[in-house]
């Protein structure tokens, strides 16, 4: 059976973004049918913050083949990203977050040069910096799942959430400026960051219908052969 190896990051001590997103991909390819697995130096094993249902093997005692899939993250360090390039393996890139891709590319350099099957990302945003900034031509949204709590509370209350990102301090300190205000329990307004105005037209999709496409692109992306990008 083909290998999916998703290739994380090394220092799983404590818990990450997007090694939880990693993980859950992982997971449910399993619960498909996929031989998925995540893989990194860590000694430490599966880490006790990410779906259980994944599984984790290192690095050094993975043997993968030419029919096999790595799976690469975009804050890969360039020495490790330059061993991937040359193994005799399929490759997918799959970014989560394309400000950290000046972390292993040379500022000359863009994705479309290398060689790679197929793109996932997580976002519109970033679909739209590979295909405008690295010429990738068709980058696959994969939205991170929304798990549902397994015992829902009796009381309902509003929730806001919104991911400052990198600019928290920017916001906290009022360097970033809001353009609308919200209603607040008391009849007051309050003004939202900046982010939560980008985040408006994001739909969210319900976690079942991300998992479902998930598996299906993982399906045709198996089924064809090295050098052919499986489309959305």
Not at 25 to 34: D, M, N, S, W, Y
Not at 38 to 54: H, I, K, N, R
Not at 88 to 115: A, I, K, M, W
Not at 196 to 219: A, D, G, K, N
Request: include cysteine.
């Amino acid at each position: 059976m083909v290998q999916i190896v998703y290739a994380t990051v090394s220092n799983l001590a404590s818990p990450i973004g997007g090694v939880i997103v990693q993980a859950a991909h992982v997971a449910h390819l399993r619960r498909a049918g996929f031989d998925a697995k995540l893989a990194s130096t860590y000694q430490g094993g599966l880490p006790a913050w990410v779906d259980q249902e994944a599984v984790f093997e290192h690095s050094g005692r993975l043997l993968i083949g030419p029919d096999d899939v790595l799976v690469l993250h975009d804050s890969v360090p360039r020495h490790a990203f330059n061993r991937f390039m040359q193994m005799p393996v399929r490759r997918v890139f799959f970014c989560q977050n394309h400000y950290f891709l000046g972390g292993t590319l040379q500022h000359h350099e863009c994705l479309s040069d290398f060689q790679f099957d197929a793109f996932l990302c997580v976002s519109e945003p970033i679909a739209r910096h590979l295909r405008d900034v690295h010429g990738v031509a068709d980058p696959v949204i994969i939205r991170p799942a929304v798990k549902p709590n397994a015992t829902p509370s009796a009381d309902k209350e509003l929730q806001i959430c919104y991911m400052p990102r990198k600019r928290l301090a920017a916001i906290t300190a009022g360097e970033v400026l809001p353009t609308r205000r919200l209603p607040t329990a008391d009849g007051s307004t309050m003004r939202p960051p900046t982010n939560w105005c980008r985040c408006l037209p994001i739909q969210f999709q319900h976690c079942v219908r991300i998992r479902m496409r998930l598996s299906e692109w993982w399906r045709r992306a198996i089924g064809r052969s090295s050098g052919t990008r499986p489309t959305q």
